[in-house]
């Protein structure tokens, strides 16, 4: 597609389950970055990857939080035993190469955890 | 304190009207973006900048990296340019890609 696209748009679990949500960046760009906007606060950066390098995952909350992309394309934040204050959006953006260029952001997945 | 600053938090402006939003940072940057924040979350890129000026259509955004102050300007406001606008830095560390947001500007333009 044209743009970095994220699935699913909308998500409600119940506490303590696990839940996956999906980044598609925008073909060729190599940078992929995961943040969190909680509600009423600002955006958060959560991890970034950067090609073939070792992710920086300085931002991940907790060890319940984890990421990959495979083939350095798509990638996956997965969340195990959910709590409620991981209620938020998930945004992820991408861009050509190192973070100096245009970052592209996704529409986001809305996390509710209840 | 934040490393980024963003003024004001809350803008109401009539139509027509220029609007200035400022953003101070404390970090050396090797790059800094203006964001757009639909109310539906949707986040749009406005401008990546590093120095100068740059313009697109009624929006102009400016950088001074002595003053580590950028200014994000609309000409002619209109309801459509209600929205949340973020500034964001990169911090000027290599390997320190990840953007640093401000934490927004919530304008509203009111017919």
């Known amino acids: 597609g044209a743009g970095v696209s994220q699935s699913p748009s909308n998500k409600v679990t119940e506490k303590g389950k696990d839940v996956e949500l999906r980044c598609d960046p925008i073909s060729g760009h190599t940078a992929l970055y995961w943040y969190r906007q909680s509600l009423g606060q600002g955006l958060e950066f959560l991890i970034y990857?950067?090609?073939?390098?070792?992710?920086?995952k300085s931002g991940l909350p907790s060890d319940r939080f984890s990421a990959e992309r495979t083939g350095g394309s798509v990638s996956t934040l997965t969340i195990q035993r959910t709590q409620q204050e991981d209620s938020a959006v998930y945004l992820c953006?991408?861009?050509?190469?190192?973070?100096?260029?245009?970052?592209?952001f996704g529409q986001g997945t809305r996390l509710t955890v209840v | 304190k934040n490393e980024v600053e963003q003024s004001p938090q809350n803008l109401t402006a009539q139509e027509g009207e220029f609007i200035t939003i400022n953003c101070s940072y404390s970090v050396g940057i090797s790059a800094l973006h203006w964001l757009q924040q639909h109310p539906g979350g949707g986040i749009v890129s406005l401008f990546m900048l590093s120095s100068g000026k740059k313009k697109h259509g009624r929006l102009i955004a400016t950088i001074n990296i002595q003053e580590k102050h950028s200014s994000l300007h609309i000409t002619a406001s209109h309801p459509r340019d209600s929205a949340v606008y973020i500034c964001?830095?990169?911090?000027?560390?290599?390997?320190?890609?990840?953007?640093?947001f401000g934490t927004g500007t919530r304008l509203t333009i009111i017919p």
């Open positions: 990857f950067q090609g073939n390098s070792a992710p920086d």
């Open positions: 964001a830095v990169i911090k000027a560390n290599f390997g320190n890609e990840k953007l640093t």
């Open positions: 953006a991408s861009s050509l190469d190192r973070g100096d260029t245009e970052a592209f």
